[in-house]
């Protein structure tokens, strides 16, 4: 839904904040609500109430419309029936229509992640591996098995999984019985160094009484404490994280969930974290969301008190401000946000400085667990602090172990009206626990797109995204990508432009052919950042891959969260949301140092060029000069053989002197040839009449007759003789000479 009419704000409003775009799968809810306009003094108190519509957004986003009454109704009934839809084939990433952007199967890039953790990323996954089954690739501890290859031991579970070596996958599919959804316990990271490794699962299955037992569920888990090297302990400690607090664990117990016991895991620490269900995080979002949309700033700029013919920040009034202050805290979303950091953070130091390997479960294994896993590999993991690495890690985490983005967005995933290849569900096995009542409902029956109907709505993804954005935070220096990469994947997963976060788990997404069907969100920004190489604003300009090339480990006094201002703050405080305008400066500066760099370079290969050319032209007209002084003694010697001397000046003057052995005394005939500017050679006139009254001096001497008569002669051969030297040198290029002269009688 695009705003094209902004409201009409009285005069003298500044600063409008332009709304943009709003992605119809953003759209939360909305509703009619009514508002009683204030009387003038003029008016009577009987004034007509106003009704308006009220959009709240997925994204932070709460608009207010006013529309006129013939058009109310209309807009009202077009947005209940767009922001609805009954099928997945309704949304945008399908009836948009074929995309550029194609998708690789990711399955491919899951295998090519697998074998990177086992060490073997010198090989590459392939879809004839794939089909083949000839992914089962290993190292000394782990393996990959393709039990899970048809999705019918566990629904959720990738087609391909991580699990020791010692363990088979005969016991892998007894295992899975006791877990809830058949989730069992498996490899997502290893450490290449220490052997340690981050595992996932679901709850175990152990009842009320936490008397039920699985021998091969318990052998699995052990052998995830790999013996240390080069230690006298035998075995590495584990660590079990439930992220759920104790009373939620115990509770479970009853519907014959709960958690495991110290005394049946050997070696192990079971450890609580106390993060909520998807539930309190819901409503501790719509908090924050009603904190933003009251102390935020209104649609003209202005605090949002204003609107309401409240107090302001400006009054000095410190109870407002304590009480906004106690508002954000009552919202309990920083406070969560700083529970999945902490929980993160010590798994992290288990791994880094215990090498010890910790098993991590929830109730089902793809909300809080996914958090927690995602983040400590983040913390782990160099390789997942880039760009690609990012990437690979939402993919197999988030995508691949089934979290279900459908269900948390508020959007379909699979409906039962035929289109689809099969009626797919999310049921479990039969021994498999249904540990989460909220999941029931979304299990036979085709769900709702619209999140006020949706009891299984909540923002687990866009809180882990916060979450990293905090570490962003804390260390600038340490990611590739910066805040504006991560506000644009949120984009892109609310409004279901791709189909990379459709549906629930990996199944339903090969089932439905999203990747063939749908366009890779991925692809698309790989394109926008090769149009702009490193000056595009997804890259974080500060990145240092070495200041921080091993573990982040956060201290419990630095996990303290802050609002996320370039997502949360963007539409409520526009202006202060824009707490990036030293990043963006200095973005600006590097582009332009970028094109100086260009025009620099551009320069220095202009002068080089320049440069040698002139060390050619300085060699060619130092060959030309050679050779003219080669043709300038070969003339002279010419000249001289036939009784002449010629004479070159410094200033290009060449004067000739003709001798004759006959007479009684040598008589010297000067001949003058000047160089003129052009490079011609003239004749010098000055000379010529010297040279001629000599000549007349002469023939007024009859005993000198016959002289005269042989020096004609011998002139008019060395006439002949300077004219094929003067035709010669025409056909050089920088030098030309040309002798002729004439001996008046």
Same mark, same amino acid.
């Given at each position: 839904?695009?705003?094209?009419?902004?409201?009409?704000?009285?005069?003298?409003?500044?600063?409008?904040?332009?709304?943009?775009?709003?992605?119809?799968?953003?759209?939360?809810?909305?509703?009619?609500?009514?508002?009683?306009?204030?009387?003038?003094?003029?008016?009577?108190?009987?004034?007509?109430?106003?009704?308006?519509?009220?959009?709240?957004?997925?994204?932070?986003?709460?608009?207010?419309?006013?529309?006129?009454?013939?058009?109310?109704?209309?807009?009202?009934?077009?947005?209940?029936?767009?922001?609805?839809?009954?099928?997945?084939?309704?949304?945008?990433?399908?009836?948009?229509?074929?995309?550029?952007?194609?998708?690789?199967?990711?399955?491919?890039?899951?295998?090519?992640?697998?074998?990177?953790?086992?060490?073997?990323?010198?090989?590459?996954?392939?879809?004839?591996?794939?089909?083949?089954?000839?992914?089962?690739?290993?190292?000394?501890?782990?393996?990959?098995?393709?039990?899970?290859?048809?999705?019918?031991?566990?629904?959720?579970?990738?087609?391909?999984?991580?699990?020791?070596?010692?363990?088979?996958?005969?016991?892998?599919?007894?295992?899975?019985?006791?877990?809830?959804?058949?989730?069992?316990?498996?490899?997502?990271?290893?450490?290449?160094?220490?052997?340690?490794?981050?595992?996932?699962?679901?709850?175990?299955?152990?009842?009320?009484?936490?008397?039920?037992?699985?021998?091969?569920?318990?052998?699995?888990?052990?052998?995830?404490?790999?013996?240390?090297?080069?230690?006298?302990?035998?075995?590495?400690?584990?660590?079990?994280?439930?992220?759920?607090?104790?009373?939620?664990?115990?509770?479970?117990?009853?519907?014959?969930?709960?958690?495991?016991?110290?005394?049946?895991?050997?070696?192990?620490?079971?450890?609580?974290?106390?993060?909520?269900?998807?539930?309190?995080?819901?409503?501790?979002?719509?908090?924050?969301?009603?904190?933003?949309?009251?102390?935020?700033?209104?649609?003209?700029?202005?605090?949002?008190?204003?609107?309401?013919?409240?107090?302001?920040?400006?009054?000095?009034?410190?109870?407002?401000?304590?009480?906004?202050?106690?508002?954000?805290?009552?919202?309990?979303?920083?406070?969560?946000?700083?529970?999945?950091?902490?929980?993160?953070?010590?798994?992290?130091?288990?791994?880094?400085?215990?090498?010890?390997?910790?098993?991590?479960?929830?109730?089902?294994?793809?909300?809080?667990?996914?958090?927690?896993?995602?983040?400590?590999?983040?913390?782990?993991?160099?390789?997942?602090?880039?760009?690609?690495?990012?990437?690979?890690?939402?993919?197999?985490?988030?995508?691949?172990?089934?979290?279900?983005?459908?269900?948390?967005?508020?959007?379909?995933?699979?409906?039962?009206?035929?289109?689809?290849?099969?009626?797919?569900?999310?049921?479990?096995?039969?021994?498999?626990?249904?540990?989460?009542?909220?999941?029931?409902?979304?299990?036979?029956?085709?769900?709702?797109?619209?999140?006020?109907?949706?009891?299984?709505?909540?923002?687990?993804?866009?809180?882990?995204?916060?979450?990293?954005?905090?570490?962003?935070?804390?260390?600038?220096?340490?990611?590739?990508?910066?805040?504006?990469?991560?506000?644009?994947?949120?984009?892109?997963?609310?409004?279901?432009?791709?189909?990379?976060?459709?549906?629930?788990?990996?199944?339903?997404?090969?089932?439905?052919?999203?990747?063939?069907?749908?366009?890779?969100?991925?692809?698309?920004?790989?394109?926008?950042?090769?149009?702009?190489?490193?000056?595009?604003?997804?890259?974080?300009?500060?990145?240092?891959?070495?200041?921080?090339?091993?573990?982040?480990?956060?201290?419990?006094?630095?996990?303290?969260?802050?609002?996320?201002?370039?997502?949360?703050?963007?539409?409520?405080?526009?202006?202060?949301?824009?707490?990036?305008?030293?990043?963006?400066?200095?973005?600006?500066?590097?582009?332009?140092?970028? @094109? =100086? #760099?260009? *025009? +620099?370079?551009? !320069?220095? &290969?202009?002068?080089?060029? %320049?440069?040698?050319?002139?060390? $050619? /032209?300085?060699? @060619? =007209? #130092?060959? *030309? +000069?050679?050779? !003219?002084? &080669?043709?300038?003694?070969? %003339?002279?010697?010419?000249?001289? $053989? /036939?009784?002449?001397?010629?004479?070159?000046?410094?200033?290009?003057?060449?004067?000739?002197?003709?001798?004759?052995?006959?007479?009684?005394? $040598?008589?010297?005939?000067?001949?003058?040839?000047?160089?003129?500017?052009?490079?011609?050679?003239?004749?010098?006139?000055?000379?010529?009449?010297?040279?001629?009254?000599?000549?007349?001096?002469?023939?007024?001497?009859?005993?000198?007759?016959?002289?005269?008569?042989?020096?004609?002669?011998?002139?008019?051969?060395?006439?002949?003789?300077?004219?094929?030297?003067?035709?010669?040198?025409?056909?050089?290029?920088?030098?030309?000479?040309?002798?002729?002269?004439?001996?008046?009688?």
């Amino acid at each position: 839904m695009e705003e094209k009419n902004l409201p009409r704000f009285r005069e003298g409003t500044r600063n409008v904040i332009a709304l943009g775009t709003i992605p119809l799968a953003t759209i939360e809810k909305f509703t009619e609500i009514v508002v009683k306009n204030q009387p003038t003094p003029r008016q009577s108190e009987k004034t007509p109430s106003r009704q308006l519509l009220q959009v709240i957004g997925k994204d932070m986003r709460t608009i207010v419309f006013g529309f006129r009454p013939e058009t109310r109704e209309a807009i009202f009934d077009a947005l209940s029936r767009c922001t609805k839809p009954t099928s997945l084939w309704d949304l945008y990433a399908f009836v948009s229509g074929p995309s550029k952007f194609g998708n690789t199967n990711p399955k491919v890039r899951l295998l090519n992640e697998y074998l990177r953790l086992l060490g073997k990323g010198s090989s590459r996954a392939s879809m004839n591996m794939i089909e083949d089954g000839s992914f089962t690739f290993s190292n000394d501890f782990w393996r990959i098995s393709s039990i899970n290859s048809s999705y019918i031991m566990c629904q959720s579970y990738p087609f391909a999984l991580m699990v020791p070596k010692s363990i088979t996958d005969e016991e892998v599919l007894q295992a899975s019985n006791f877990r809830a959804r058949g989730r069992l316990p498996v490899v997502t990271w290893c450490d290449p160094e220490t052997g340690a490794v981050l595992a996932r699962s679901s709850q175990p299955l152990v009842g009320l009484m936490m008397n039920m037992r699985s021998n091969t569920d318990e052998k699995i888990v052990a052998a995830l404490c790999t013996q240390l090297a080069g230690t006298t302990v035998k075995r590495r400690k584990l660590y079990i994280a439930d992220a759920r607090p104790r009373k939620n664990a115990l509770a479970n117990g009853a519907m014959g969930g709960g958690s495991e016991s110290s005394s049946h895991y050997s070696q192990s620490e079971i450890v609580f974290f106390g993060i909520d269900n998807i539930h309190a995080m819901r409503e501790s979002f719509a908090r924050l969301r009603d904190y933003l949309n009251t102390h935020g700033a209104s649609s003209d700029g202005r605090s949002s008190f204003l609107r309401h013919g409240g107090w302001t920040w400006g009054g000095g009034n410190l109870s407002s401000m304590s009480a906004s202050v106690s508002t954000l805290g009552d919202s309990g979303w920083l406070i969560h946000v700083q529970s999945v950091l902490a929980g993160s953070a010590w798994i992290a130091a288990r791994v880094a400085l215990e090498s010890a390997s910790v098993l991590v479960h929830c109730s089902d294994g793809w909300d809080r667990t996914t958090q927690l896993i995602s983040l400590a590999n983040l913390l782990l993991d160099p390789y997942y602090r880039t760009l690609t690495g990012f990437q690979a890690l939402i993919e197999k985490d988030w995508l691949a172990f089934g979290h279900p983005f459908a269900d948390r967005v508020g959007m379909p995933a699979v409906t039962g009206s035929g289109n689809t290849p099969s009626e797919l569900t999310r049921q479990a096995s039969a021994p498999v626990l249904q540990s989460s009542p909220s999941r029931h409902s979304s299990v036979s029956q085709a769900p709702t797109s619209h999140a006020q109907n949706s009891n299984d709505y909540s923002p687990i993804f866009l809180q882990w995204v916060d979450c990293v954005s905090q570490l962003l935070r804390m260390y600038p220096f340490a990611f590739e990508f910066s805040s504006a990469f991560l506000v644009d994947l949120l984009d892109s997963v609310l409004s279901c432009r791709f189909g990379n976060f459709l549906c629930n788990s990996e199944r339903e997404r090969q089932q439905c052919g999203v990747p063939d069907a749908c366009g890779c969100m991925w692809a698309y920004f790989a394109d926008l950042r090769a149009s702009q190489g490193s000056s595009h604003v997804h890259y974080n300009y500060f990145y240092d891959p070495l200041k921080h090339d091993g573990p982040l480990l956060p201290p419990a006094a630095a996990l303290a969260p802050t609002l996320w201002p370039q997502f949360h703050l963007r539409w409520a405080c526009p202006l202060e949301a824009q707490v990036g305008g030293v990043e963006a400066q200095f973005r600006q500066m590097d582009v332009k140092f970028s @094109e =100086l #760099q260009k *025009e +620099k370079e551009m !320069a220095e &290969r202009k002068a080089k060029e %320049i440069a040698t050319l002139m060390e $050619s /032209l300085t060699a @060619e =007209l #130092q060959n *030309e +000069k050679q050779r !003219a002084s &080669r043709e300038s003694d070969a %003339i002279k010697r010419a000249v001289q $053989s /036939l009784g002449c001397k010629v004479h070159f000046s410094n200033s290009g003057d060449c004067a000739v002197d003709i001798e004759s052995s006959q007479f009684a005394s $040598s008589q010297k005939l000067p001949y003058y040839l000047k160089r003129e500017a052009d490079g011609t050679m003239q004749r010098d006139e000055k000379s010529d009449l010297s040279f001629q009254s000599q000549l007349w001096q002469m023939t007024m001497l009859p005993s000198t007759q016959l002289a005269s008569d042989v020096m004609l002669d011998r002139g008019a051969a060395v006439a002949h003789r300077c004219a094929q030297v003067a035709s010669f040198q025409a056909t050089t290029r920088h030098l030309s000479f040309y002798i002729a002269y004439e001996i008046p009688y």
